[in-house]
């Protein structure tokens, strides 16, 4: 094989299909052709005072740390997850003031600069539905305390009337291929409603459209959780609903190669870590501003005002509430849970602590930068020519 001069791309063979693969300087990529995913050591550079040692490519998956922080409220971490290696972000948290009961939502898309693969966190939505108050105060589609007043409807329905109009309005070349129940989904979402007496339903929607010229497939997921609540009227007690559509996040690829593409984003969402501190941060600002006259806020920078005034007790109230749910769910089995979501455990030695990472792949790496290597071939080592300091990690 010819070394490549200095900024030629190189490429080798993708060790599934045999076509060729060009080599991106993040060290990851997927193959074009039948969607594997792989790494690949990096060659030294002569005029570096390395060597030009023999590359190698492998199934694999790189990824590194994403840190989402809420810089417009609390300054807090409000998650974490991995992500590939070289991918795009863009988006975070944003606060909105004219919605009291959810005052904060997560709008976040990652996606590979080199191809049609993307990974996107929808903005939660809130409801209300009280059929007492209809024709009197409210009608549906109108407003109240933040909230769109609507009758709870499955996880599916939700999907389908309210979150791709909403989010995906792409006019007619927007094609249903298929609505699958989730009945996972709100469990490995740790659903609080599951926990407090109400119900949730899990749901997935996949869709074919046209985006940028390429055709690309979709799958959209999402949890309704519905929680009841009594309301005392003239004619006696009804029953009200808050509600909510929650833990919406999808997934793209080429068209035809979303389930070839899979490991990574089972990766990525399994990797998911809430902040605690920011929830109950979130949880006490939204209480405040529930018994607040909120219109008379004009400034995002109130937020920040708000999280100070919340007090100490309030905040650590709802922390301990988190705490207790998260132990509710933690004394289900683990075990199976990583099944479903399929990622094994391995320790991590530079920071001592355990990580989920795709499984099936046998063999895994760290190094000094937060990022990981998983592959299926046991000769693999990302040391070989790299400035970085690679260590393997243990399975758990």
Not at 1 to 24: H, I, K, S, W
Not at 66 to 94: A, E, H, K, N, Y
Not at 222 to 228: I, L, P, S, T
Not at 303 to 312: D, F, K, L, V
Request: aromatic share 8%; charged share 20%; hydrophobic share 35%.
């Amino acid at each position: 094989m010819t070394v490549p001069n200095q900024g030629q791309v190189a490429a080798l063979r993708c060790p599934q299909c045999g076509a060729g693969v060009p080599l991106e300087p993040s060290g990851s990529g997927l193959c074009r052709y039948c969607g594997s995913s792989l790494v690949w050591t990096q060659p030294g550079n002569p005029a570096a005072g390395g060597h030009a040692g023999r590359q190698s490519v492998v199934r694999g998956v790189r990824l590194k740390e994403f840190v989402c922080v809420d810089s417009q409220g609390t300054g807090l971490d409000v998650f974490r997850m991995l992500v590939p290696v070289g991918w795009s972000t863009q988006g975070g948290c944003t606060w909105r003031l004219d919605n009291p009961t959810m005052p904060a939502s997560i709008g976040l898309r990652l996606w590979n600069p080199h191809g049609a693969e993307a990974f996107e966190i929808l903005p939660n939505l809130n409801f209300t539905w009280n059929p007492a108050s209809l024709g009197n105060l409210f009608s549906a589609g109108q407003r109240q305390f933040g909230a769109e007043v609507r009758a709870p409807v499955s996880a599916r329905e939700a999907l389908r009337q309210i979150v791709l109009p909403r989010y995906r309005s792409t006019g007619s070349s927007v094609q249903v291929l298929e609505e699958v129940a989730q009945p996972d989904l709100p469990r490995l979402a740790r659903s609080e409603a599951l926990v407090s007496g109400g119900t949730a339903d899990g749901g997935k929607v996949r869709i074919r459209f046209l985006s940028q010229q390429t055709q690309v497939d979709e799958d959209i997921f999402g949890v309704v959780e519905v929680f009841h609540y009594p309301v005392q009227t003239l004619f006696g007690v009804t029953q009200a609903s808050y509600w909510l559509i929650d833990t919406l996040f999808s997934v793209r690829a080429e068209a035809g190669r979303l389930d070839k593409v899979a490991d990574i984003y089972l990766a990525m969402i399994g990797s998911v870590r809430p902040n605690p501190e920011w929830y109950a941060a979130f949880k006490a600002i939204a209480q405040r501003l529930s018994q607040a006259q909120v219109q008379r806020i004009r400034s995002i920078g109130h937020i920040g005002e708000i999280y100070a005034q919340t007090g100490r007790e309030a905040r650590q109230q709802h922390l301990d509430d988190w705490y207790t749910r998260q132990a509710t769910y933690d004394r289900l089995a683990t075990d199976r849970s990583r099944q479903i979501r399929d990622v094994d455990a391995y320790h991590d030695p530079h920071k001592d602590a355990d990580v989920e990472l795709p499984a099936g792949y046998g063999h895994a790496w760290a190094n000094n930068l937060g990022e990981y290597i998983v592959t299926e071939d046991p000769n693999f080592n990302p040391n070989t020519d790299s400035n970085l300091h690679w260590e393997p990690m243990p399975s758990r």
